[in-house]
């Protein structure tokens, strides 16, 4: 990154105790335009800690009655949360930590963070699990079902606060606050509980009845008191000779209270959180509505749902003048959250999730193997689902091997946003796109993305205007390749939707059956290359806006991310305004910009790496 001028902080403290306003002048390098021309500008942690607590479970003096210092230190994280302050630091040892992480304060400006990271070569494990402390027994209910069958009564002492197993995924008063979703009220697997269950680290898979346990090896059932669990382990293997551990809550980090700002965590392992599905407040790393965190260099994995939550909102509510309350204090919140680097896995519905999120940066994060609830049609599932956004960037991430939900959604009333660069490829959906853009009206950007293997549409502008589709790369998708359509009767901003004055201007579409339908004539595409559409694809219709047809070979290998590509020269034309850098960061000459991701035109065979470029620091 590179100063363009002095990091500059204009802050006054409001009633909620956070920024109420600040300013971010740090530019990216290269610079990074977003659709209205302006810049879009971040800001960094420049602290130098001033005093650092240390934590350290397997020290033998370890504990929390200590003064946290390197010789005495703290047997928790969370002790270290409650006394730790701006400019100050937590540093962890290597160990597996079962707790939540409640920070009490917040840092005060970029130069007085506070910081939670892991010490030099440490490999921290926070676990929102416990191990099973009684034995399992055969199960019987009320009496002996089958010899496979094992089970056990968890004491209540084991939760500390709510007992995931207890909690629905989405329970009748979730829905309510979700009416979109009424149809699936009362249903599997809505009403199934959000605790999980791990068999020597293997996720094992919920079922509705206890009947079915003995048909799926590697299952459980929850019993009616929350606390009896009945299990048919995997191969055959006795429990009580396995590590079998049980999520004890629904969180890993997350505030209590509302609006803390400048919070740094950095190079930790986060797993087993026992989430559901509700579209706020569910978040494994939950900011609870809090500004200018930077999340970082982080792994994420085997959690109910939420990966990491983001975004003003803290949590909707039934109450509409809690909820109106939330919405008012999350309004004049400033946002500027920072997540990049970290690794997510094995999420339920999504990695990265929030609602209102304002002038973020989302970059250089990897999200797989992820969606495995199933549940895309209560409208909240995506590797990053991010709602109502302002000037924020989503660029650099890897999302792939993803199930029932898009790879990226940028959900209604967006303004002035990126998605950028980003590598998205076996996504399977059914019902939206690859990339989603939804119920906006002012302009936003979905550029120099390269998305393969996708089982259903690759980019979908749904009840959009004015959203700029440019220089992607669309390759073995078995859907439309960009499709935009009026998908609803809502209203945006009191006018009703429109799908008008999109443009689809100067992209490759591989081997797609289908590569555009507009179901409004006022959209345009222009310069786009179509290889191999379908016969049923009138070429010749489109082709008042210089698309044309070429022969080329690709092979993507999602093993090495290497893109094999056999092609004549692409096409070139002149650039659109923005659009400065290619997929790979190479700049692109003004009236000589290469249709496609990349600026080079690849006469003959290449092989390219096709990962995205890492954040310089």
């Known amino acids: 990154m590179r100063l363009v001028s002095p990091l500059v902080a204009v802050l006054f403290v409001g009633a909620a105790g956070w920024c109420a306003e600040s300013v971010e002048s740090i530019s990216l390098d290269p610079p990074v335009l977003l659709p209205d021309g302006s810049e879009f500008l971040t800001w960094e942690n420049a602290t130098a800690f001033t005093k650092t607590y240390h934590v350290n479970r397997h020290h033998p003096q370890a504990s929390d ?22 400019g100050q630091r937590v540093l962890i040892e290597s160990g597996v930590y079962r707790e939540q992480i409640t920070p009490r304060f917040g840092g005060d400006g970029p130069g007085k963070m506070i910081s939670y990271e892991a010490a030099p070569g440490a490999r921290v494990v926070i676990k929102g699990s416990r191990l099973v402390p009684s034995p399992w027994r055969p199960s019987r209910n009320p009496r002996q079902f089958s010899e496979k069958l094992w089970m056990t009564t968890l004491p209540a002492t084991l939760f500390e606060r709510e007992n995931p197993f207890a909690l629905e995924n989405a329970s009748a008063a979730d829905i309510e606050i979700m009416p979109w979703a009424t149809e699936w009220a009362g249903r599997v697997p809505y009403t199934l509980k959000r605790g999980l269950v791990f068999q020597n680290g293997q996720r094992l898979a919920q079922l509705a009845t206890y009947e079915d ?22 191969e055959k293997q006795n429990p009580n000779d396995a590590i079998m551990e049980v999520t004890v809550q629904q969180h890993l980090f997350k505030p209590d209270v509302t609006d803390l700002g400048y919070i740094r965590i950095n190079g930790l392992t986060f797993m087993h959180a026992g989430n559901g599905y509700p579209r706020t407040g569910v978040g494994a790393i939950f900011t609870m509505g809090g500004h200018h965190w930077i999340i970082e260099d982080n792994t994420v994995s085997q959690v109910g749902s939420v990966g990491i939550e983001i975004g003003t909102r803290s949590l909707e509510s039934r109450d ?85 939900g898009s790879a990226i959604w940028l959900d209604w009333n967006n303004r002035n946003c990126r998605i950028t660069q980003n590598l998205a490829y076996d996504i399977w959906m059914c019902c939206n796109g690859a990339l989603f853009v939804e119920a906006s009206q002012t302009p936003n950007m979905i550029d120099h993305n390269i998305l393969w293997d996708i089982r259903g549409t690759g980019i979908y502008a749904g009840d959009t205007d004015n959203l700029i589709i440019a220089h992607n790369l669309i390759g073995a998708c078995t859907g439309l390749g960009v499709h935009t359509r009026v998908a609803t009767d809502r209203r945006v901003n009191g006018r009703r939707v429109t799908s008008r004055d999109n443009r689809v201007v100067q992209n490759l579409f591989y081997e797609v059956a289908a590569p555009i339908r507009f179901e409004d004539e006022q959209n345009q595409a222009e310069r786009n290359v179509f290889v191999e559409p379908s016969e049923r694809f009138d070429v010749a219709a489109w082709q008042d806006g210089a698309n044309v047809t070429m022969d080329m070979d690709l092979d993507f290998d999602p093993a090495t991310l290497q893109l094999h590509w056999s092609a004549p020269a692409l096409p070139q034309s002149a650039r659109i305004d923005g659009m400065a850098v290619d997929y ?16 080079s035109r690849f006469a003959g065979p290449v092989t390219l790496n096709v990962s995205p470029p890492q954040t310089r620091r």
């Not at 390197?70 to 409650?82: E, G, K, M, V």
């Open 65 to 86: 009655d200590n003064p946290g210092t390197a010789d005495a230190p703290f047997l928790t994280i969370n002790r270290a949360a409650q006394v730790v302050r701006a």
């Open 213 to 234: 346990l003995v048909r799926l090896p590697g299952s459980y059932w929850v019993a009616a008191d929350a606390l009896t669990l009945h299990i048919h382990p995997f």
């Open 320 to 404: 509409r003048q809690a909820s109106r309350a939330d919405a008012e204090r999350a309004h004049r919140s400033p946002g500027c959250v920072i997540v990049r680097r970290n690794e997510l896995s094995d999420c339920g519905t999504g990695g990265i999730q929030g609602l209102e999120v304002r002038r973020a940066l989302v970059e250089d994060n990897r999200i797989s193997h992820s969606g495995w609830q199933d549940v895309e049609r209560y409208w909240e599932t995506a590797g990053i689902k991010l709602l109502v956004n302002e000037k924020t960037l989503v660029r650099r991430n890897v999302i792939a091997h993803f199930q029932a």
């Open 584 to 599: 790979h960061g190479a700049p692109r000459p003004t009236e000589a910009a290469t249709c496609g991701p990349f600026q």
